[in-house]
């Protein structure tokens, strides 16, 4: 992966329904060339997917927390949190407790009742989010506005 390709990501990190031929044009590339490297980084597995981000709130998601489980039954737990909506993201950790969930519900007391549903699991804490000053942030730095091209600068 060069320069380039970075470039390329750091422009579908932040606008993934850009249009070729426009993401072309800001890298300096041609459409078909800029078309073939996205389709090389994804079949490399650097793009693992698009996708749209939707505001929690205004599709009714007025509560969200974390939660750090300790379970025995991880198997079981993890089928829970598969099969649970309310669970949006879920990581094994290292610790005292076992796993760390994102849970996120129309209530607080819908995120109570999802703790009541998960304490046959194992036991947990709950982290309820007031606010998120940082929200998201990129992985690569956001693209410059010059463009970048494979050919050496002239003199």
Known sequence: ??????????????????????????V???????TERVRRLEEKGVIQEYRTVLSPEKIG?????????????CTAFLNFCRTSPEVIECHRISGEHNYLLKVRTDSTPLLEQFGDRSAKYGTYTTLIVMSSPVDHKYLLPLPESEPVTDSPPQP
């Open 28 to 34: 300096g590339l041609s459409q078909p060339a800029v």
């Open 1 to 26: 992966m060069d320069q380039l390709d970075q470039v390329i990501l750091s422009h579908l990190q932040s606008q993934a329904r850009i249009s070729m031929t426009e993401l072309g044009k800001l």
């Open 61 to 73: 998601k007025h509560a969200t927390a974390y939660m750090l489980f300790h379970t025995s039954a």
